[in-house]
């Protein structure tokens, strides 16, 4: 059987919610599992930290129903809230909270009566240009749906921040200024933060913080591994050696020729490549795990397979196993390497070798 694998460990994700509690000791916590728990496997991930947070997020009605198909009662906030009106009856039912930030939202809301009281947030735009009322807006926002019948009294207030992960930022400091301002006098739930803020902006944590990168094990923070800031990888995505060529010097590997070995060379084939979700545009020299040799990436990266140079690796061997990221190869050094961030990495790791085991069965 092909040999490429993504180990989940959910040891290592405990670890992590705990030091996220310890960061936001007084806060209360919404693990953020959009886009299958960032490619870690929503049900895994959902699974471990039922009755450990005190809701999931998730971007809309579908992975909060995937979360209930799964048995799990937990609260689920939906950040962004419903996409059709027609949502709102499944999201009453079901007990989510709901997070507003337009005005069509808004008048789904006010004209869909419903049987149980909804959890509402307001979004407040303060400079991240996405989603969220202006903040002129949020005073007749907030009297609409205090007159609501079917919205519960403990309304939400919530913003984004587009700078955490650097928060000498101009916008950093104006979003926070900007939002300190408009808090002052606001005795209800609050959250502004997400796992970069939770470092960053210890200030400004509310009454609920967001964690999902570090969640996962992954540094928010530029230029910061996840050990840094003694986080765990979750997510280890790995393989093993299928092929081995001695090449002379002056000859070419992969497609394009764009790499030709300058000596005698010992080259290592690896079946993973862009169609499991490892980045084709990575930099040349990339260092993969073999064993205990870090040994660089050479040639191409093509659909199912990666060359790798292994001249200076004593005793290599078909069938040692490969690192790609992990323990022993920072997801955030890759992505750098790839001229991207680990968010992308984690959520785009393909599904073959899942599909393969199932038909396996």
């Known amino acids: 059987m092909r040999g490429t694998r993504l180990h ?7 670890h992590n919610f705990k030091v996220i509690q310890s960061k936001a000791p007084h806060q209360k916590i919404i693990a953020m ?15 471990q930290l039922q009755g450990q947070v005190n809701a999931f997020g998730v971007a809309f009605l579908a992975e909060a129903m995937q979360i209930r198909r799964f048995g799990v009662l937990d609260p689920c906030v939906l950040f962004e809230g419903i996409h ?13 909270e709901l997070v507003i930030h337009h005005s069509l939202q808004l008048e789904w809301l006010l004209n869909t009566p419903c049987d149980s009281p909804l959890k509402v947030w307001i979004k407040i735009n303060t400079g991240m240009n996405r989603l969220g009322f202006k903040m002129n807006q949020f005073d007749e926002v907030w009297r609409k749906l205090k007159a609501c019948p079917w919205v519960d009294s403990h309304i939400g207030l919530m913003t984004h921040f587009a700078c955490a992960d650097t928060p000498k930022h101009p916008l950093h400091q104006r979003q926070m200024k900007d939002w300190q301002t408009l808090i002052a006098t606001w005795g209800g739930p609050l959250s502004a933060v997400n796992s970069a803020g939770i470092w960053t902006s210890s200030s400004l944590l509310g009454s609920h913080v967001r964690p999902g990168l570090a969640l996962y094990g992954a540094s928010p923070i530029p230029d910061l591994f996840s050990s840094d800031l003694e986080l765990l ?5 790995t393989s093993v050696v299928m ?41 040349d020299g990339t260092c993969v795990q073999i064993g205990a040799y870090q040994a660089p990436i050479v040639g191409r990266v093509s659909m199912d397979k990666v060359t790798v140079d292994i001249t200076d690796c004593t005793g290599v061997q078909i069938g040692d196993p490969v690192e790609l990221w992990g323990a022993r190869i920072p997801i955030e050094y890759v992505a750098k390497q790839a001229g991207t961030i680990p968010y992308e990495l984690m959520c785009q790791v393909g599904p073959r070798e899942r599909l393969l085991n199932l038909y396996l069965k």
């Open 243 to 283: 092929a081995l060529q001695y090449l002379n010097a002056d000859e070419s590997i992969g497609y394009g020729a764009t790499y030709v070995t300058q000596r005698i060379s010992k080259i290592a084939v690896v079946p993973v490549g862009y169609g499991d979700g490892y980045p084709r545009h990575i930099k």
């Open 8 to 14: 989940i460990d959910t040891d290592a994700l405990m």
């Open 233 to 237: 990888p979750v997510m280890t995505f």
């Open 84 to 96: 059709e009106q027609c949502e709102l009856k499944i999201v009453s039912e079901q007990g989510f």
């Open 33 to 47: 599992v959009k886009a299958n728990a960032y490619g870690c496997g929503l049900e895994t991930v959902v699974r």
